[in-house]
């Protein structure tokens, strides 16, 4: 059994930071990756950065140089520092963890339940 808590959300005026954190518990084996992701009324989940345990990361073009991903391997949690806030990037986000739950099986996928962020102009 794996469990992600995610808190940080809010609302917040354009041009403003947000700060949100996901911690991972219960049967955790080995984290490869973790990561955060976003959905907006009306479309479709998408990618908006990872970072793997050895620290490589990866961003949405459309996050670059405003948003930052960092993980504390320790307490196997994953953070998203959002600064720069814009309208659009009001959306519910979902934090991401890829890794094993034990020796000899396969990696899956677990997801948080979502903490909305809204941003207003």
């Known amino acids: 059994q794996v469990q992600l808590e995610e808190s940080g959300g809010g609302l917040v005026q354009a041009g403003g930071s947000l700060r949100l954190s996901c911690t991972c518990s219960?049967?955790?084996?080995?984290?490869?990756?973790m990561g955060w992701h976003r959905q907006a009324p009306g479309k479709q989940r998408e990618l908006v950065a990872t970072?793997?345990?050895?620290?490589?990361?990866n961003y949405a073009s459309s996050v670059k140089e405003r948003f930052t991903i960092s993980r504390d391997n320790a307490k196997n949690t994953v953070y998203l520092q959002m600064n720069s806030l814009k309208s659009e990037d009001t959306a519910v986000y979902y934090c991401?963890?890829?890794?094993?739950?034990?020796?000899?099986?396969?990696?899956?996928?677990?997801w948080g339940q979502g903490t909305q962020v809204t941003v207003s102009s």
């Open positions: 219960g049967s955790i084996f080995t984290i490869y990756r």
């Open positions: 991401n963890f890829f890794l094993k739950t034990s020796w000899g099986v396969r990696t899956n996928d677990y």
């Open positions: 970072i793997t345990a050895g620290g490589d990361t």
